[in-house]
């Protein structure tokens, strides 16, 4: 993935109301770009001789701020998205999620089923 890429992804998700498609890998992938841009960074601190006057450090370190910060803010979007839709129950189906996105979803519908139950079975709303 290339930062441009990224910079769309986040400039879409922010301008929706609703999870934009993200391959399915895009997390691992971020992680492993930021893994990747961490490494790099601390080699060429290894290598330089002064390196806070490196312009290679300064570079690596200016893009993995930038990817980190664009990636979580994909990230707390797609998040807040998701228990928005959670809370609608509207029937909006829960499109565009990644796999681990959707697991989430699932997980957390299938709790507040449980917790609605329980409750209202402990106050005899409902009886079993």
């Known amino acids: 993935m290339e930062i441009e890429e990224l910079k769309r992804l986040h400039h879409q998700e ?3 109301t609703v999870p934009q498609e993200l391959p399915s890998a895009f997390y691992p992938h971020l992680g492993e770009w ?3 841009l961490k490494d790099e960074r601390e080699r060429a601190i290894a290598e330089s001789e002064y390196p806070l006057e490196s ?4 570079q690596l370190s200016e893009q993995l ?16 998205k998701l228990i928005r839709l959670l809370g609608e129950q509207s029937g909006i189906p829960a499109e565009n ?12 519908v299938d709790e ?17």
């Open 14 to 16: 922010r301008n929706s």
């Open 97 to 108: 999620l990644t796999p681990a996105e959707h697991a989430l979803y699932e997980a957390i």
């Open 112 to 128: 507040l089923a449980v917790a609605r139950r329980a409750v209202l079975e402990d106050t005899g709303v409902i009886e079993d």
């Open 65 to 80: 701020a930038e990817v980190q910060r664009l990636g979580k803010g994909i990230h707390e979007r797609r998040i807040a």
């Open 34 to 36: 930021v893994r990747t």
């Open 55 to 58: 312009e290679r450090v300064h």
